[in-house]
Nanobody, 124 residues
Framework: QVPLVESGGGLVQAGGSLRLACASS????????VAWFRQPPGKEREFVAG?????????QADSSVKGRFTISRDNTKNMVFLQMNDLKPEDTAVYYC????????????????WGQGTRVTVSS
């Protein structure tokens, strides 16, 4: 496991942007595959986007976020980012970053490291 800390959440109006960050103090973080999940109020946690440890291959969830959310990483800073543009009220959720050893998985059960989450609220 590696410690993860998310930041960057907050309250934003529909159409606005936020950039979430996931940081780790563990130097092995740069070798981990990382994903962002979110949990809307009253719903289950869902995969949003993932990035392989090299940063060259990324994955996204369905059309609900494609074209609006971009995942990236800076291994020199041990950080992964989620740029969220054109936010919608349905993007309101607690956003979590998670790390896994071998692949980017869409199932949360495959991740052994989780942050505490950062809350994003999008007002209409």
């Amino acid at each position: 496991q590696v410690p993860l800390v998310e930041s960057g959440g907050g309250l934003v109006q529909a159409g606005g942007s936020l950039r979430l960050a996931c940081a780790s103090s563990d130097r092995t973080f740069s070798a981990r595959n990382v994903a962002w999940f979110r949990q809307p109020p009253g719903k289950e946690r869902e995969f949003v986007a993932g990035v392989e440890w090299t940063g060259t291959t990324t994955y996204q969830a369905d059309s609900s976020v494609k074209g609006r959310f971009t995942i990236s990483r800076d291994n020199t800073k041990n950080m992964v980012f989620l740029q969220m543009n054109d936010l919608k009220p349905e993007d309101t959720a607690v956003y979590y970053c998670a790390a896994a050893r071998y692949l980017v998985y869409r199932s949360e059960r495959e991740y052994d490291s989780w942050g505490q989450g950062t809350r994003v609220t999008v007002s209409s």
